[in-house]
């Protein structure tokens, strides 16, 4: 089996091994026995671990928190939930990742309200002033992605709240390209929703995402999503009344991959373990690495590189005439380096298993690469 050095945690981690191990553990049992082996009483607390472990991640009550399967899902959940009105609107940014607006414009065309994107410039950056200057007494929403996935430039989530929670609008925002890696408070960013998933920077496997709902909207909130979980007793089983929990957990409907959700708590606790001033402060050392080790090569950096604006997400421009997708798939095929090409853009994106060796191998097969 080759040894990636997986730089891009954008895209998909290498599992937590603790995560790999617990997740497959849990399968297995399952093949084994069924519920002999995971039982009403294991499926019932079953979202308990990463509820935990999220809560200590975010600063906040462990009652703030839900499990879902992807946070796609949990944001088609909040946006039926919340259903912008007729002649409302909601703001995002054009470059966000699709699922971070796409829920919203499905309930928009259905209410008839309008969704207003902000432009970017040719690096993909987008001035946070024009989201600003989008939201207006009409706004509903303010749906962001915290990080944006293609050049990682990062929001100052108070500020976009505040202006959005001046108008009355609530505050959605998609932590999937920053939770895990930018230390978040969830209380003191002010926003009423963080979403993320949780197999790139939390470092789980597929199957699993978690939400902070605030328990100032949470109560106000029916979710667009229902299933037999919905119901605050869960094995109270009748089809003829409903009553959601009064927490975050009403956003959890039905069963799910347990095993994700059990490895992505073991995955968190371990960032947590570290403790997430040190994963932020290990993550931009390599990013600063990779910045001066390409320096001369005649690459140009597409990332805002301020501090109130930066990310651990590096979206490298290459020199005219050479194309990144071909160059993420020779780093791949010749020398088993994950990057990955969107946009236009080489994006390169480390974490905290990675080290300054592996940005050192990089560095060299860029060298290569674009000078041979
Ligand atoms: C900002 C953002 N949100 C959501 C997703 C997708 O999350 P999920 O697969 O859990 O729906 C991605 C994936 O790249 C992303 O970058």
Known sequence: MPHWINLSYANVATTSSRAHRISSEWADSLARGGAAEFDGEAEKKGMMPLRTAASKLLSCGVEDVCVGSSATELLCSLA??????????????????????????????????????????????TDPDDILSLIDEKT???????????????????????????????????????MGVVPIDAYSTKADVIVSSGYKWLRGTYGAAVGFISPSVVSDLNPGLIGFRSNADLWDLRADRLVLPDDASRF????????????????????????????????????????KGISGMGVEIASPMSEGERSAIVSLRLPNGISSATVADRLQSDYSILVTSRSGLLRVS???????GEIESLVSALGEILHR
């Not at 969704?115 to 950056?125: K, M, N, Q, V, W």
């Not at 944006?148 to 001046?166: I, M, V």
């Not at 371990?270 to 931009?284: K, Q, Y």
């Open 252 to 291: 959890e409907y039905t069963t799910i991959h347990f095993g994700a959700a059990l490895g992505l708590a073991a995955a968190i606790e371990e960032l947590v373990e570290i403790g997430m001033d040190e994963v932020w402060r290990h993550d931009l050392e390599l990013v600063d690495s990779l910045v």
């Open 140 to 178: 509903s929403v303010v749906t962001i992605s915290h990080v944006e996935y293609s050049n990682g430039q990062r929001y100052d989530l108070e500020k976009l709240s505040e202006t959005a929670h001046s108008v009355g609008a609530l505050i959605v925002v998609d932590a999937t390209q920053s």
């Open 350 to 356: 480390p974490h905290i298993d990675n080290n300054m």
């Open 80 to 125: 039926w939930a919340i259903s912008p009105s007729e002649g409302s609107n909601v703001v995002s940014s054009r470059v966000a990742f699709p699922s971070t607006v796409y829920p919203w414009a499905r309930v928009c065309e259905s209410n008839g309200a309008e969704i207003r994107l902000a432009e970017h410039d040719d690096s993909l950056y």
